[in-house]
C-alpha cells in the first residue's frame, strides 16, 4: 500500500468516476484502475463496487477511505513541515436541506481553513438525495432532520446505508413569513390561520412521499400550493405574494436580512435536526471543522 494509491481512492471517490479521476490524477484510466485494483487484492476487500451505472464506495471501502483521508492529511502536514512542499488543494462536500445555519458554518469553515486553494461544495439538495449523496460519499456530511412521522423511515434509510445521525438541536414548528404578514404580529398562528395563505415547500422530485419532505405536517391539505427548489426562491415568494413554509424556526438575518421572520405555530410536533456521515469512516479534518462550526452557528441563531 502506498501514499499514491491512498490518494487514488480520494480522488475516485470525490470524482465518482474513474475516467473523470483519471484525468484529474494524469494518468490513463487502466492504470488508475489496476492501482486501485491490487490495492484491493492486497487488502482482501472490495473498496469500489462495479457495476453497469458506475461504481460506487462498499461499506468497507466507506470505512477504508475515512483512514486514507487521515493519512494523507498527515503526509500533508509532514510534507509541508520538512519539504516546504505546496499545500495539496483542500476537498470537502456537504449535501443539505435548505437551512440557512448550514450556509452560516459553511462561510465560516472557508474564512478560517480556506487555504489558496481549494475544492469545497455545499449542496442544498432533496432529503433522498442527502443520504445517497453521504452513501457513496460525494457528501462526507448530510443534514436533515427527523421527527416521528418520518423517523422510520428515514431511519431504515440510513442503517440500510451503514449512515449515522449525530443530532445538533431539537426545535418546535415555526412559519416563516415576510415581516409585512398579517400573520408576523401573532405571538402564535393556528393551522386554521393559515388557510387563505400560499404554502410554499421544497421540491423531492422522484421521491416525493410525505417522508422526505422538509417540511413536517407534510400530509395536511392545501388551498394553494407551490413548490420551488432553492431558498431564495422561496423567500421571494414568502415576501411577494405573502406566503409561508413550515421550518424550524432558527434563521439568520446575516444571511437573509430582517425582511423574514420565525413564527410560532400551534402544534406538538418536535423536529431532531442533525447531522449524518458513515458509521465507521473517520471524519477529516474540514469535517471534523464544519461540524464544530454547525454548533457555533446554532448557539447564536
Not at 456537504?94 to 486553494?117: C, I, K, R
Not at 421527527?147 to 412559519?175: G, M, P, W, Y
Not at 423574514?260 to 479534518?285: C, D, F, M, R, Y
Request: no cysteine.
Amino acid at each position: 500500500m502506498t501514499l499514491q494509491q491512498l490518494r487514488y481512492i480520494i480522488e475516485v471517490a470525490n470524482r465518482g468516476s474513474m475516467n473523470e479521476a483519471a484525468k484529474r490524477l494524469f494518468i490513463s484510466q487502466p492504470s488508475l484502475s489496476n492501482a486501485i485494483k491490487d490495492l484491493e487484492e492486497e487488502l482482501r476487500i472490495t473498496i469500489f463496487e462495479r457495476t453497469n451505472k458506475g461504481i460506487s464506495l462498499s461499506k468497507a471501502g466507506a470505512e477504508f477511505l475515512g483512514y486514507a483521508r487521515q493519512v494523507i492529511e498527515q503526509a500533508e502536514l509532514l510534507e509541508n513541515r520538512y519539504l516546504g512542499a505546496k499545500p495539496a488543494p483542500q476537498h470537502f462536500s456537504v449535501s443539505t436541506q435548505h437551512y440557512a445555519f448550514a450556509v452560516n458554518a459553511f462561510v465560516q469553515l472557508v474564512l478560517e481553513h480556506g487555504q489558496d486553494e481549494y475544492e469545497l461544495a455545499l449542496r442544498e439538495t432533496k432529503t433522498h438525495e442527502i443520504i445517497q449523496d453521504v452513501k457513496s460519499q460525494r457528501s462526507e456530511i448530510g443534514i436533515l432532520y427527523i421527527n416521528e412521522f418520518n423517523a422510520k423511515v428515514i431511519t431504515r434509510l440510513l442503517r440500510d446505508a451503514n449512515l449515522k445521525f449525530t443530532s445538533l438541536f431539537t426545535a418546535k414548528a415555526h412559519i416563516f413569513v415576510s415581516v409585512n404578514n398579517p400573520l408576523a404580529r401573532h405571538p402564535v398562528v393556528t393551522i386554521d390561520q393559515l388557510d387563505d395563505y400560499p404554502y410554499l415547500h421544497f421540491e423531492q422530485g422522484e421521491y416525493n412521499s410525505f417522508h422526505f419532505s422538509e417540511e413536517i405536517l407534510s400530509t395536511l391539505s392545501h388551498k394553494k400550493s407551490i413548490k420551488v427548489n432553492d431558498r431564495a426562491t422561496l423567500f421571494n415568494l414568502l415576501i411577494g405574494l405573502n406566503g409561508y413554509t413550515i421550518s424550524t424556526g432558527v434563521l439568520s438575518a446575516d444571511l437573509n436580512g430582517n425582511e423574514i421572520i420565525p413564527v410560532p405555530l400551534a402544534s406538538e410536533e418536535t423536529l431532531h435536526v442533525g447531522w449524518i456521515s458513515h458509521q465507521n469512516a473517520a471524519l477529516s479534518k474540514l469535517a471534523v471543522a464544519y461540524v464544530e462550526a454547525l454548533e457555533r452557528a446554532i448557539a447564536v441563531e
